[in-house]
């Protein structure tokens, strides 16, 4: 059965509302979300990751200078397992890349070209966890970075990465707790939130922000 890419997000909204005046009060501050246009949009999941991996722990613009150069060195857009491939350690060192990325993207590449990951139709038809435990494999790619792809590309409804910072100190604020909850209390606090706490999530990193 293949799961639907996106939810309704006025649903969403009107079910936050009902079942937390806290989050209510918060939702009516910042103001509805919009439906993410990548969830309507086609994707590879190769590109997907090897973004993410070449983003890891730089700024913002740090990382997309260094994406720009590879694409660059890519001859396209798409960052393909066949064209990174193809680019040798010097390359890639050359566009910023450090040799621990370096061995990320190679071993993300060997496992598309030898047919182990899914592909967007399959990943459509996977539930969360499954997906999680078919791409945590990828050598630099962790359930964070998973959990960041269900939500932004596959637009799945009830994402709740606890183990976010941003999250559990937007759940902190919330809530009026002095200390951060460990990963496990924000499971349990944001269980009411379900099944839509993807959009519980977007809320929770602009309440961490205006801390």
């Given amino acids: 059965m293949t799961v639907p890419r996106g939810y309704c997000v006025d649903t969403a909204h009107r079910h936050l509302r009902a079942v937390d005046p806290e989050l209510k009060r918060w939702i009516r501050r910042i103001g509805p979300m919009s439906a993410d246009p990548r969830w309507t949009q086609r994707f590879d999941l190769v590109d997907a990751l090897a973004r993410a991996i070449l983003f890891q722990q730089l700024s913002g613009k740090a990382a997309a200078t260094i994406v720009g150069r590879v694409e660059r060195a890519c001859g396209g857009r798409v ?9 040798s350690d010097e390359a890639l060192r050359s566009c910023g890349v450090s040799r621990n990325k370096s061995l990320a993207l190679r071993d993300l590449c060997a496992r598309a070209l030898d047919g182990e990951l899914p592909r967007t139709a399959e990943l459509n038809r996977l539930p969360e966890d499954a997906i999680v435990e078919r791409l945590v494999t990828v050598r ?55 099944p839509y706490r993807s959009l519980a999530c977007s809320y929770l990193w602009r309440i961490a922000d205006a801390a």
Avoid: H, N
């Avoid at 960052?79 to 680019?87: H, Q």
């Avoid at 994402?159 to 349990?188: C, H, N, S, Y």
């Fill in 140 to 194: 630099g790619i962790g359930r964070w970075t998973v959990e960041m792809l269900l939500m932004s590309r596959l637009g799945r409804p009830d994402v709740f990465p606890v183990d976010d910072l941003g999250i559990r100190k937007g759940v902190a604020r919330l809530r009026g707790l002095a200390e951060m909850p460990t990963p496990k209390q924000t499971m349990e606090l944001g269980a009411v939130w379900a």
């Fill in 79 to 87: 960052l393909r397992a066949d064209r990174i491939t193809s680019l």
